[in-house]
């Protein structure tokens, strides 16, 4: 439980040390002053060439409210208090009503003339800004979503989240909209959020509000889309663009001045990457979507020089793309790893002390692969078989596991139920749930020492039966700590 | 109960009444209160002047009382307003009708309190200010149920609650308001403890809660 709290405290960001540590002192009033207010941000970034949702009115007064020009406003389109804060106050109309001046929004309801004004008198009475004071209503494009991330949203427009600090993408989440949502993609409103490995681009975790909870800001981890006809699974989505939204949220920081930041980019099927916003004190449940901690990926990069966007994206990539932790030294170069590389594995019955001193163990030379999209290493069964798991392995086929499971949750309650049985057995250290040829299953965890790059190391293996792997051992993240993957040389 | 120490007797003689001082003292400690409940805990409360009014007109009340017409006060906005959201008018507007109900429930309810007792019996002595102090919870409720939603409203509210009760618990207690009031240093060591939570970078109770990520180590994706 202490453990647990102090390793929390270590990898966690809190608000405390959020406002504390990152906000206050990087982020200066007028940056944030610029960040808080749409009309500005968006005059500040059309002067960098970023591309930011197209104005189509300005409403400053009750008067000009007066003399809208209902008319000349498209079929779909989006109200926004220009000082707003966390999503009020924005509606997204969807389409307009034949015949009509009634405009339908993502959940099918509709406003009319007189409800739109109501909303943009109160946007102007500063119902929804900071501190309650008057405001500027804006009237913007609606972004037509990019059809790949069309397809995860209910209706509404999904947009990307990256956390930058010190001119690196430090976490990034895609937020998808839900019926619940209303079009927004907001996390408090009910939207989804999938967090997205900084290295690929490629969607790991999901998650939203707790429906029902009574305690609020509570998470639930998700497979799956909620509310689609056809639910599709949220991880392993490639993000179109990734690099460039990259490019483009460090643009940002460096225009904004905010030095910690958190941008909003949204994927035009036509115009390609467009920001929506920029958030002076993005929220922090990012962590959970990605199942990864801030506040050491933070302190990781806090005192690291960097000359150039693209050297940004480099340190970004090379230290969180696929949950690296390595240290900064690391990346100065001095310990590489090629994508594969021979290593030898030691025999079960090899003496540990007498590996130690490298005498007379014996050992079989292989080749691994370096992959950093799983976490634990894995290892060819037949190899572990014939170094000596041949009894291991024949203990753990008999408990009749399930082939294959239709989720994580499903297997890890059976690992829950029947772990402690099965790893009774002396070899197996512990049970893992892996995916392997698309499917979920349960698989044994070895110890096994290897030697990589000229070091013993006690690996945890996974046992894995896999058809379509070319090398016998993959070496996951967890052993890839203090490495940098060189993809340009194989032998 | 305890001895009357010099500081005090001085303050008490300089032309700062008792009630005065008690108050102000109340104040210093449920604002501590507050700030502990929101830095170290991670509850969310209406500001920090709505739970320092409604513990202190708590101790007013009383506790029972007190939270008897909170409930009205809120049941009462929570109905009305819902059906004024219903109307198309201004928002200024629609929470002043909003108080303008609340006005007449609430003297309907001395009303029915005074005829039925409900074991309510001594409403008419609570100090109309106290009872003024806890209607004024509706503008809080109201607001953040129109910004956001009922259900972030309410839980807000409840913490704001819950917070008042502690500071109500606090405050109401005679050896612990005697012994601060005569031991005035305390004051100054309640401004200190705020400095050292103004600076508190951990977690806050709530984020271990809310930011659990699940074990890595079993998550082999």
């Known amino acids: 439980m202490i453990s647990e709290i102090v390793r929390y405290n270590k990898e966690i960001l809190g608000l405390n040390r959020r406002n504390q540590e990152y906000v206050r002192p990087f982020n200066s009033a007028s940056s944030k002053e610029i960040a808080d207010n749409k009309i500005f941000t968006k005059r500040l970034l059309k002067k960098e060439l970023i591309q930011t949702p197209e104005v189509y009115k300005l409403i400053r007064t009750k008067k000009q409210l007066q003399f809208l020009d209902w008319e000349s406003l498209p079929k779909s389109f989006v109200i926004k208090p220009n000082q707003g804060t966390g999503g009020n106050g924005i509606i997204v109309f969807y389409g307009k009503k034949k015949g009509k001046m009634e405009w339908i929004r993502p959940n099918g309801t509709t406003m009319n003339q007189r409800d739109i004004l109501l909303h943009i008198e109160n946007i102007l009475e500063g119902r929804f800004s900071m501190g309650s004071r008057n405001d500027i209503a804006i009237i913007e494009e609606r972004i037509k979503t990019d059809p790949l991330l069309k397809q995860y949203s209910y209706r509404g427009v999904p947009d990307i989240r990256i956390i930058c600090f010190n001119q690196v993408p430090v976490m990034a989440m895609l937020r998808l909209p839900t019926k619940k949502s209303n079009g927004t993609a907001n996390l408090h409103s009910g939207a989804i959020c999938t967090g997205i490995d900084i290295g690929t681009g490629i969607t790991t975790y999901s998650m939203h509000m707790k429906p029902n909870s009574l305690l609020s800001d509570t998470y639930e981890l998700i497979d799956s889309t909620v509310d689609l006809l056809e639910n599709k699974p949220l991880s392993g989505i490639q993000i179109p663009f990734w690099n460039d939204l990259l490019e483009i949220a460090l643009k940002c920081q460096k225009a904004s001045g905010l030095g910690y930041i958190g941008v909003d980019i949204a994927l035009d099927a036509e115009k390609g990457p467009v920001v929506f916003e920029i958030n002076a004190r993005p929220g922090l449940g990012i962590q959970v979507a990605n199942q990864a901690g801030l506040r050491w990926r933070l302190e990781k990069i806090k005192d690291v020089k960097i000359k150039s966007i693209k050297h940004g994206i480099r340190v970004a990539k090379n230290l969180f793309g696929g949950e690296i932790e390595e240290s900064i030294e690391a990346i100065s170069g001095r310990k590489v790893l090629n994508i594969t590389e021979k290593v030898y594995i030691y025999d079960k019955s090899a003496d540990l002390a007498k590996l130690e001193k490298y005498k007379d163990t014996k050992r079989e030379l292989v080749k691994a692969t370096m992959d950093t999209g799983i976490l634990t290493s894995r290892i060819d069964s037949k190899l572990a078989n014939r170094i000596g798991y041949i009894q291991a392995h024949k203990y753990f086929t008999k408990f009749g596991i399930p082939q294959k499971f239709n989720n994580f949750t499903d297997a890890q309650a059976y690992i829950d139920t029947n772990g402690k049985e099965i790893c009774l057995n002396s070899d197996i250290k512990r049970l893992a749930k892996i995916v392997e040829d698309g499917e979920i299953k349960i698989r044994p965890v070895f110890s096994i020492p290897i030697k990589i790059s000229d070091k013993i190391v006690i690996t945890d293996f996974v046992s894995t039966q896999s058809s379509d792997s070319l090398y016998p051992i993959t070496i996951g993240r967890s052993d890839l700590t203090g490495y940098l993957i060189d993809t340009s040389n194989t032998f | 109960m305890f001895e009357t120490s010099k500081l005090t007797e001085w303050l008490l003689g300089s032309g700062v009444s008792q009630t005065i001082l008690e108050l102000l003292i109340a104040l210093c400690i449920v604002s501590t209160i507050v700030s502990i409940a929101r830095y170290v805990v991670g509850?969310?409360?209406?500001?920090?002047?709505?739970?320092?009014?409604?513990?202190i007109a708590y101790?007013?009340?009383?506790?029972?009382?007190?939270?008897?017409?909170?409930?009205?006060?809120?049941?009462?906005?929570?109905?009305?307003?819902?059906?004024?959201?219903?109307?198309?008018?201004?928002?200024?507007?629609?929470?002043?009708?909003?108080?303008?109900?609340?006005?007449?429930?609430?003297?309907?309810?001395?009303?029915v309190i005074n005829t039925f007792g409900f074991g309510l019996t001594n409403m008419s002595n609570i100090s109309p200010l106290a009872f003024i102090s806890i209607a004024a919870l509706s503008d809080f409720f109201i607001k953040q149920y129109d910004k956001k939603s009922l259900k972030g409203s309410a839980l807000i509210l409840f913490g704001t609650i819950l917070v008042a009760v502690v500071g109500w618990f606090v405050i109401s207690r005679d050896l612990i308001s005697d012994y601060v009031l005569n031991n005035l240093w305390i004051i100054p060591l309640l401004v200190v403890i705020n400095i050292l939570l103004g600076m508190f970078k951990g977690l806050r109770i709530k984020d271990y809660f809310r930011f659990r990520l699940s074990s890595r180590e079993e998550n082999d994706k």
């Open chain 2, 43 to 55: 509850n969310k409360t209406y500001g920090i002047y709505a739970p320092i009014i409604l513990a």
């Open chain 2, 59 to 111: 101790s007013y009340t009383g506790l029972r009382y007190g939270l008897v017409i909170t409930f009205v006060v809120l049941f009462t906005s929570l109905l009305s307003y819902s059906i004024l959201r219903r109307i198309r008018m201004h928002y200024i507007t629609r929470i002043a009708t909003n108080y303008t109900i609340l006005s007449i429930v609430l003297i309907l309810f001395l009303i």
